[in-house]
Each structure stands twice: as structure tokens, then as C-alpha cells.
């Protein structure tokens, strides 16, 4: 059954939208609970992106919320992580349909662009994970050619990879000469706040679920950003109340201006 989100829990990620970051990369948001989260963020707020299973609204979407007073997505695409990226589908030996939303956004008062990038890789299929970061990054190189200064746009990847430092998936985004950086690896220890071991709790009832970092903030081309900080937020509430098996990971980041323009 579908249901909208509980009133505290949607209220604390109304929150977090509101107070942290221009972008917010969402994963396993069913349709009703995307229309309650918009509806209390109000329409300063814009978000794109499709439910996986049909490309309209069924099954989970991976949506990427944004500041729509301050950006305008120029572009917006879901793929399916699959050999057949353009339709929905299944890949590989993934368990489910999995897909990634694609935006670029051009900020209204300075011109500056950046890409966004926000999926869910499969929790099974260990080819499907791999396969997909590397169609990730085929996707990246199609959509961000260099622009007349000779730089190319900034790409964020966020989202749950289900892989962890040592994954497949993961070395394959981070492989050297990629371009391709953990931000959590960019800044120094004082620039970073949160457990920086665990973004996966799990809600501690399933004793074949094991905590790990699993949830990242990659980026593309540094060269014409400045990180400021990093963050992995508390998902649990003083009674026991998880807002999310997950914890929030959140990167501060300046764009520069003359770089995009």
C-alpha cells in the first residue's frame, strides 16, 4: 500500500531541504510521499525525475529536488541502468529496476552550470553495480562536453550505491585518471562532521544487514570548485525514532562563477 509520509519524518526532511543545500538527492520516494514533500517545500522549490518501474510514477523515483528560485534546469533526463538505458528495464543481475535522474542547471543570477546526478544501484547484482558506475560515467562524458573557456561543467554524483569503498562499483568511479573524486576524500578532518565510518544504520532488525558507507557525494573536474565542508547527519531521534535507515550526506561546495561563464 502506498502511503505519505509520516508527519514528523516528513517534516524533519522538509527541514533538511530547506536548510542545507540548493540540491537534494532523494532515493526510494514513492509518488505520494514526492507530492507531500513538494507540496510542504512550496513553489520556490522545483524537482525532476521518474518512478523507475514505467517512467511515469510507479515504482521508487530518485528524485533531485532544487532551489527553482535560484536555478533553472535546463535539462532534465532519467536512464534505466541497464544495457538499454533510454527505456525503463532491468540490468545486468540487478534484483530491480534502477535508473538515474540527470539535471543541469544554470543559476538565474550568474550564469554558473553544474550537472547533478542522483541514483540507487542494485543491493544484489554485484555486475549491475559495476556496469552501472561505468554507465554513470559514459553519461557524464556525454552530457558535459568543454564549454568555449575550455572547462567542462562540474558533475555531482550523489545517491546509494550499495558499495563500499572496496566495491567494484566504487573503484570504478574513483579509478585514477578518471577525474572522478570522493568528496569525502577531497577535505581534511576538521572540514568533516558526523560518523564518517557508517552512512548505512540499517534499522537494527535484520541481523543480514550489516552498517556500512554505502551513501557518496562524488564529483567530476574540481578544478573551478572550492570545497568547504562535509557532512554525515544522525538519522536517529533521542527516542529511538529513525528518520531514515540511511544518514544524511551533505557537501559544502562553491562554484565558481567565471568558470561558467
Known amino acids: 500500500m502506498v502511503r505519505p509520509l509520516p508527519e514528523a519524518?516528513?517534516?524533519?526532511?522538509v527541514y533538511y531541504l530547506r536548510a542545507r543545500s540548493p540540491f537534494v538527492c532523494?532515493?526510494?520516494?514513492?509518488?505520494?510521499?514526492?507530492?507531500?514533500?513538494?507540496?510542504?517545500?512550496?513553489?520556490?522549490?522545483?524537482?525532476?525525475?521518474?518512478?523507475?518501474?514505467?517512467?511515469?510514477?510507479?515504482?521508487e523515483y530518485s528524485p533531485i529536488f532544487f532551489r527553482a528560485d535560484h536555478w533553472e534546469c535546463d535539462r532534465s533526463r532519467t536512464y534505466w541502468l541497464s544495457p538499454t538505458p533510454e527505456v525503463p528495464s532491468k540490468g545486468w543481475d540487478a534484483s530491480f529496476e534502477r535508473a538515474v535522474t540527470m539535471g543541469s542547471f544554470?543559476?538565474?543570477?550568474?550564469?554558473?552550470?553544474?550537472?547533478?546526478?542522483?541514483t540507487h544501484f542494485d543491493h544484489e547484482?554485484?555486475?549491475?553495480?559495476?556496469?552501472?558506475?561505468?554507465?554513470?560515467?559514459?553519461?557524464?562524458?556525454?552530457?558535459?562536453?568543454?564549454?568555449?573557456?575550455?572547462?567542462?561543467?562540474?558533475?555531482?554524483?550523489g545517491g546509494d550505491?550499495?558499495?563500499?569503498?572496496?566495491g567494484r562499483a566504487y573503484k570504478v568511479l574513483t579509478e585514477p585518471g578518471i577525474g572522478v573524486k570522493?568528496?569525502?576524500?577531497?577535505l581534511p578532518a576538521d572540514a568533516k562532521y558526523g560518523n564518517e565510518e557508517i552512512t548505512?544504520?540499517?534499522?537494527?532488525?535484520?541481523?543480514?544487514?550489516?552498517?556500512?558507507?554505502?551513501?557518496?557525494?562524488?564529483?567530476?573536474?574540481?578544478?573551478?570548485?572550492?570545497?568547504v565542508s562535509f557532512s554525515i547527519l544522525p538519522n536517529k531521534f533521542d527516542d529511538g525514532v529513525y528518520l531514515s535507515d540511511h544518514r544524511p550526506v551533505v557537501a559544502d561546495v562553491e562554484v565558481s562563477v567565471q568558470a561558467a561563464m
Not at 520516494?29 to 511515469?56: A, C, F, M, N, Y
Not at 544554470?106 to 542522483?118: D, I, L, P
Not at 550505491?161 to 572496496?166: D, L, R, V, W, Y
Not at 537494527?204 to 570545497?227: A, K, T, Y
Open 200 to 227: 548505512f544504520t540499517t534499522f537494527g532488525d535484520d541481523p543480514n544487514q550489516h552498517p556500512g558507507r554505502i551513501d557518496f557525494l562524488f564529483v567530476r573536474d574540481l578544478g573551478s570548485l572550492r570545497f
Open 161 to 166: 550505491f550499495n558499495s563500499t569503498p572496496t
Open 26 to 59: 532523494l532515493q526510494e520516494v514513492l509518488h505520494s510521499q514526492l507530492t507531500d514533500i513538494q507540496t510542504r517545500l512550496g513553489p520556490s522549490w522545483g524537482r525532476i525525475g521518474q518512478g523507475r518501474e514505467d517512467g511515469k510514477e510507479a515504482g
Open 106 to 118: 544554470r543559476h538565474k543570477r550568474t550564469g554558473a552550470v553544474v550537472v547533478v546526478m542522483n
Open 125 to 157: 547484482g554485484e555486475v549491475a553495480r559495476e556496469q552501472s558506475a561505468h554507465l554513470l560515467l559514459k553519461l557524464a562524458n556525454t552530457w558535459c562536453g568543454e564549454r568555449a573557456s575550455g572547462l567542462s561543467t562540474p558533475v555531482f554524483f
Open 9 to 13: 519524518v516528513c517534516t524533519v526532511k
Open 182 to 186: 570522493d568528496i569525502f576524500n577531497i
